[in-house]
């Protein structure tokens, strides 16, 4: 992983950084279940979404809003993440558990992934993207 939250007056901002687009989806993904439920979180229950943006940013919003969803409403608690992205389609396979208590209790809730202050850009090293979790 390699991300890091940075200062922001209100909300979650994560910086990440990744030498491919999956690798940096997944860091996104990983640094949402950080901040949500901690870092005790194991796998076992898989889950398969598919995705179509018309953008990078906007795939990316859109995958991790269906993950916050998901992860409400079925009350499961995901570990990882399989990425692939052809253009602005994404199919994932997602690794995860229920929801417990006792175990990922410690985490902050999400309430929304913003587009506020969204980018995703690319240079010689690779990607990097700044995101809001509103809190």
Do not use: W
């Not at 950080?34 to 870092?39: A, E, H, K």
């Not at 796998?43 to 598919?50: H, L, Q």
């Not at 995705?51 to 995958?63: K, P």
Request: proline content about 3%; hydrophobic content about 45%; overall charge negative.
């Amino acid at each position: 992983m390699s991300f890091v939250e940075v200062p922001h007056t209100a909300d979650v901002k994560i910086r990440a950084m990744a030498p491919t687009l999956e690798t940096l989806f997944s860091d996104a993904f990983a640094a949402l279940m950080q901040v949500l439920y901690g870092p005790d979180r194991n796998g076992g229950k898989k889950r398969k979404i598919t995705l179509d943006a018309e953008d990078q940013e906007s795939l990316l919003r859109d995958f991790l809003s269906e993950v916050l969803f998901i992860a409400e409403v079925d009350g499961l608690v995901f570990s990882g993440a399989e990425i692939h992205i052809e253009g602005c389609h994404l199919s994932a396979t997602l690794d995860g558990e229920p929801f417990d208590r006792r175990r990922h209790a410690m985490g902050t809730e999400v309430k929304g992934i913003s587009y506020s202050g969204l980018a995703i850009t690319r240079d010689a090293n690779g990607y990097m993207l700044d995101i809001v979790f509103d809190v």
